[in-house]
């Protein structure tokens, strides 16, 4: 994967340690990255790039402020996850209007910020993990898996049923299985995949999401109820 971080910061020296304690992060676990660095919220805003990740961002720094640029990224851009930087700690609960991911109080040590990026990282792959491009026919379609209930078949088509929404497309239900392979869905009958995560309990052959019921094959209910048990205990711990 190829992460997208930008670094605004005004002292030179700090803006420094930031770009190589995240290039040194980053190349230990094994991860592309372009870096962009801003040294005013007004250069950041000026030269935003077109794809950004994550965002170290200063508070305390001359004419626009690290918190005041934030309130202006947050109306074109409300997927990059800011990490403010800052010397004190009275700006805390102002960012919860941008949604900020995290504080870091000056000074700042190698140890607590990669502590810091691990967790956003590993947030990010997981979003990335749960959505899946499939092929319709010469479109591609993006699928949140986590929104999605249970996907039924009906010879050539499948309908995919999320929460408040279903959508047909031109595709084998064999052919969306193989796509889904470890992405917590399980064939519970020749017409259906289920999303393990949704499942609310499993009566006989019969599985529950609110009051929706899935047909279960009886000869795959063990398999089932092995995958529901390996899942909650991935929960618990």
Known sequence: MLLHIGICEDDLLQREFLV??????????DISFNIYEFSS??????KYPETLDILFLDIQMDKLTGMEASRQIRKF???VEILFITAVSEYVQKGYEVRAYRYLLKPISYETLSE?????VSGIISKIENVLFVDNKGYMIKLDLNSILYI????????????NKSYNLKIGINDIEKQLKNKRFFRCHNSFLINITKIQSLIKNVAYIDDIQIPVSKYRVKDLKRELASYLGEVIC
């Open 20 to 29: 190589n304690s995240v290039k040194k992060f980053l190349k230990l676990k």
């Open 41 to 46: 919220g007004e250069e950041l805003l000026e």
């Open 77 to 79: 851009d409300n997927k």
């Open 116 to 120: 810091h990026l691990d967790s956003c």
């Open 152 to 163: 039924e078949t009906d010879k050539r088509e499948i309908t995919i049923y999320e929460e």
